[in-house]
């Protein structure tokens, strides 16, 4: 159990967009490959979707963003309830052989989940509810199995039924004492609180059974498109038309017994709003196993999830937003204009996407090209922009991003980066062949610029205004111009290496180019000279941003299945790997106004953020010239249950702190800090904070600083 369990914690540590932790985080693409199997809102923001494998996820924010959550376990998890509040909730389950039960328990809104089961085993459980508070609760599941607690799941305990089939569904719909539970040919009815049972039928097998207003009207939707109504407590039940033979997983009347919705199988969604007299199909054309559907406060918004999908609607099912779409193109270029919310990048086949809220969402928008789009920039505001690509494509934006034109360049070669250094009106353009151009009436008209050379040039940067800038290329190519491209002057660079990216951070004089296999070169004299910097890699390096501080600065890049984000504190004296979510290459990074909150996006649609500088600090060296010193930094055991012993070396005198942080990046226990002489040190960690408190299961972060430079290292804790 402890290495499936180290597995599970592995896999969604990283699964989804906005998880908020720190380093690099993932926006998109949203890949969901998980099956859902019941989903409860405990409001309109607040949300819990479990099933196959373990899998519990948490939105806070309407179902945009799902975050896992650490459920210890890898069997299946059928039913999830929230009875009161948003931080006590159970879900229930079996494992996967279907032969043993499980009983979870949070009461911390899901951050961790503590095993209920009774011993020695329990039947597998389908379904549980909480229908007063979060003490008194049922579960039913394989062979009639009913079990109750009465002290919020500290025991749970069997009570009898008068059938040994399955029971799938459990409702008490305002009291401890009436409730009913649907399952394979089966409805029962209890008026004592589950001590006894009476069989109401059994002709029907159902899946779901809901009672939304009151003991007396209820309704329950199951197998070959089933949906049945009792208006009597069950004494009738009625089956209603539902126009469909799928199979019906779940049903959901969120206010009353008027309008509801009931979700399965092939794409199956369909809402009646007068009692179920007569039921619609919402939803046509598509495959997806729809097993659950939730609508919490009122019949406009509401959720459909089932095998690797999560759909939302916020118009009483007229039209729903499915959540497992989201674009793949390759993506080359990001550009946040001043702010951290309105962003934009762009890509192949005229692809350009747009947040208005830091990259929670990203909207496609519709570019009138199919163009591959390699460079975009918003010089002033988030509503004038500019993109460039191929076939000499320059597009332009008045109105942020609603419409987009594309402007007469006078060129078919392709352009590679466009730059308005000051305003929107006086930009530069370069690409294939040489090619360079110019404009000062905000992209009416083009002039093209003698650069005197015909390799490709790959990117441009005009520091701190519109004459003096630099461009470079393929083969070493660098250029210079100090009149705002009347004249370009090429520039030694030294190996004829293609080079990617310019930056002169915050004047003309200081500036740093990096290119193919690992180049990093770097110019205190306006580009007289470059020399080379150890970047520590070979990967192809494809964009250097310095955000506004003469010291700190990132590179991208990365070749086939493999990225690199590199970060410099001195200037690009050392160079340190980031810890990225994604394994595809990066192109392109932009922070739009500090080196904390950045953005770096790259092949198959990947966007990744950060809100705290890349990190706690720097993964351990992947290759030599990282980190300078010869500190090290061990652990052992790691997995570790009790207790790890983390070993370090310091070479010299130095200044330490040894912190354990959590995956969202709070310090949880600082281990050793202060000056210390050179040596090996041994320090013992028992997985408890320093207030002796005892931690989840879960990955955690030790971090070793050693005179200012940071050496990070992974620890997984099995409980």
């Known amino acids: 159990m402890k290495h499936l369990q180290f597995i599970l914690i592995a896999a969604v540590l990283f699964l989804l967009p906005g998880v908020g932790h720190g380093g690099w985080f993932w926006q998109n693409p949203w890949n969901i490959h998980a099956s859902f199997l019941s989903v409860q809102f405990i409001n309109d923001n607040t949300g819990y979707a479990v099933g196959a494998y373990g899998i519990i996820w948490k939105t806070t924010n309407g179902g945009t963003n799902w975050v896992p959550q650490n459920s210890g376990t890898s069997n299946y998890l059928y039913s999830v309830q929230f009875p009161e ?39 597998p459980l389908y379904s549980v509810c909480f229908p ?6 049922y579960a039913v599941g394989n062979l009639g199995a009913n079990m ?43 008026t004592t609180g589950g001590q006894t049972w009476d069989t109401l039928s059994t002709a029907f097998s159902a899946s779901s059974i809901l009672f939304p207003a009151g003991i007396d009207t209820g309704f329950a939707s199951g197998e070959y498109g089933l949906i049945i109504k009792t208006t009597d407590g069950g004494s009738l039940w009625v089956r209603q038309p539902s126009g469909i033979g799928n199979h019906l997983h779940g049903i959901c009347f969120p206010l009353d017994a008027q309008t509801g919705f009931a979700a399965g199988n092939d794409g ?37 999830l089932g095998q690797d999908v999560i759909w939302k609607t916020t118009d009483e099912g007229t039209n729903w937003i499915n959540f497992t779409k989201s674009v793949t193109s390759n993506l080359y270029s990001v550009y946040f204009p001043r702010n951290f919310q309105t962003g934009f990048a762009v890509g192949d086949t005229g692809t350009i996407l747009k947040t208005s809220d830091g990259g929670t969402t990203w909207t496609l928008q519709a570019s009138g090209t199919i163009q591959n789009l390699r460079s975009v920039q918003f010089p002033e505001n988030p509503d004038t922009g500019f993109a460039a690509g191929t076939q000499g494509t320059i597009l332009r934006t008045i109105d942020g991003g609603i419409v987009w034109s594309g402007l007469n360049t006078g060129t078919a070669h392709h352009l590679s980066a466009v730059q308005f250094p000051i305003n929107a009106l006086t930009g530069y353009a370069a690409g294939d062949s040489g090619t360079i151009l110019k404009t000062t009436d905000g992209g009416n008209h083009w002039i093209t610029q003698a650069s005197g050379v015909v390799n490709t040039l790959t990117a441009l940067h005009f520091p701190v205004n519109a004459d003096t800038g630099y461009i470079v290329g393929s083969r070493g190519t660098i250029l210079k111009t100090i009149n705002g491209g009347a004249s370009w002057n090429p520039q030694t660079s030294g190996p004829p290496r293609t080079l990617n990216s310019v930056c002169f951070p915050s004047d003309t004089r200081t500036g740093y180019i990096v290119g193919d296999s690992g180049l990093t070169i770097k110019t205190s004299d306006g580009g007289l000279s470059w020399l080379p910097q150890l970047s520590g890699t070979s990967y192809d390096l494809r964009q250097i941003y310095f955000p506004g501080v003469a010291d700190t600065g990132y590179v991208v890049g990365g070749t086939w299945n493999n990225n690199v984000i590199l970060k410099t504190f001195n200037g690009g004296i050392n160079w340190y790997y980031e810890s990225s979510t994604c394994s595809e290459p990066l192109r392109s990074i932009h922070f739009p106004i500090d080196d904390q909150t950045g953005y770096a996006v790259g092949i198959g649609g990947r966007i990744i953020k950060t809100t705290d500088g890349g990190g706690l600090g720097v993964e351990e060296n992947r290759e030599k010239g990282l980190n300078p010193g010869n500190a090290t930094l061990q652990i052992r055991p790691n997995p570790f249950s009790d207790i790890t012993q983390i070993n370090y070396h310091l070479p010299e005198q130095s200044f330490v702190k040894l ?49 200012g430079h940071p050496r990070i290292k992974r620890v997984a804790l099995i409980r």
């Open 659 to 707: 912190t354990i942080y959590n995956a969202e990046g709070q310090a949880l226990n600082r281990l050793a800090t202060g000056s210390k002489q050179a040596g090996n040190y041994k320090v013992i960690w028992d997985g408890k904070t320093s207030e002796g408190k005892p931690i989840p299961s879960g990955i955690y972060i030790v971090s070793l600083v050693v005179n």
């Open 132 to 137: 007063v508070d979060a003490f008194t609760g």
């Open 85 to 123: 509040n948003p931080t006590t909730g159970y879900t229930v389950g079996s494992d996967q052989g279907w032969n043993i039960g499980i009983i979870l328990k949070t009461t911390n809104g899901g951050s961790s989940w503590v095993d209920q089961t009774p011993l020695p085993r329990i039947d």
């Open 148 to 190: 109750k607690t009465t002290n919020g799941g500290v025991t749970w305990y069997y009570q009898n039924t008068p059938i040994r089939a399955a029971l799938w569904s459990v409702c008490f719909p305002s009291d401890i004492e009436t409730g009913y539970a649907a399952g394979y040919l089966a409805l029962i009815k209890t």
């Open 268 to 304: 199956s969604i369909i809402k009646t709003t007068n009692g179920g007299q007569t039921w619609g199909r919402l939803i046509t054309h598509t495959n997806y196993h729809f097993n659950c559907t939730h609508f919490p406060s009122n019949p406009n918004t509401g959720y459909a």
